[in-house]
């Protein structure tokens, strides 16, 4: 259908461009807060999820929170397993959320290690940011679970809820404090999501 005709000398107004409707989402970290860290899992039958997490996922999904894992997979760099592995652990992640009905939104992982300086991993955040841009996240109104300081450190940076959970089987530098201390200090994953959930 064409255009109406406007006035000589009247501008017509542009129609506004399409914008995607932003979404809030929680970044969720997966080794010593989704599953039982084994150091560095590289088998997809390593995966043994923690007590509780599908009851946290679905409260989060019920509340309208997209699910973003972004975790630091060092073990690439090390030689100790590679992309394709991490990609198959991710699968079977999936596999055993679809038994309760639920999935991960998208998956994103670091596979630098700690000397090669790069800004994916976290506390950087390119890849939350990437996130944000693939998904149309709007990051002051999510949040993020995770199980070490630097969870937290890169959510402060970014604006983000930040909650701390306290499952893991090795525990380092937890008691950090001052500017990246958590907004949430939780004993399991899902009492992090029921106080995510209580904000609104």
């Known amino acids: 259908m064409p255009a109406p005709p406007h006035r000589k000398g009247v501008r017509p107004i542009p129609m506004a461009a399409a914008r995607p409707l932003l979404r809030r989402a929680v970044f969720l970290d997966r080794d010593g807060t989704l599953n039982v860290d084994l150091k560095y ?11 509780g997490v ?3 996922l679905r409260l989060l999904a019920s509340h309208g929170f997209l699910l973003v894992v972004v975790s630091n997979q060092s073990g690439i760099s090390r ?5 394709e592995a991490v ?3 991710h699968k079977r992640l999936q596999e055993v959320l679809a038994k309760e ?6 998956f994103y ?16 955040i390119e890849l939350f940011n990437r996130a944000a841009q693939d998904l149309s996240i709007h990051l002051p109104s999510s949040a993020i679970i995770g199980d070490k300081p630097l969870d937290i450190e890169a959510g402060r940076k970014l604006g983000l809820l930040t909650a ?4 893991q089987a090795f525990r380092v530098d937890l008691d950090v404090a001052g500017e990246y201390s958590a907004d ?17």
């Not at 030689?79 to 992309?83: A, E, L, V």
């Not at 701390?164 to 499952?167: D, E, G, I, M």
């Not at 399991?188 to 609104?200: D, K, T």
Request: hydrophobic content about 30%.
């Open 54 to 56: 599908a009851q946290g």
């Open 184 to 200: 949430i200090d939780a004993p399991s994953f899902l009492a992090a999501c029921e106080s995510i959930s209580a904000r609104g």
């Open 79 to 83: 030689g100790y397993y590679t992309r």
């Open 164 to 167: 701390l959970v306290r499952n």
């Open 41 to 51: 899992i590289s088998e997809p039958g390593q995966i043994e999820l923690y007590k």
């Open 109 to 124: 992982y670091c596979p630098h290690a700690p000397s090669d300086g790069c800004s994916c991993r976290k506390p950087g």
């Open 101 to 106: 009905g639920l999935k991960i939104d998208r």
């Open 87 to 89: 990609e198959s652990i």
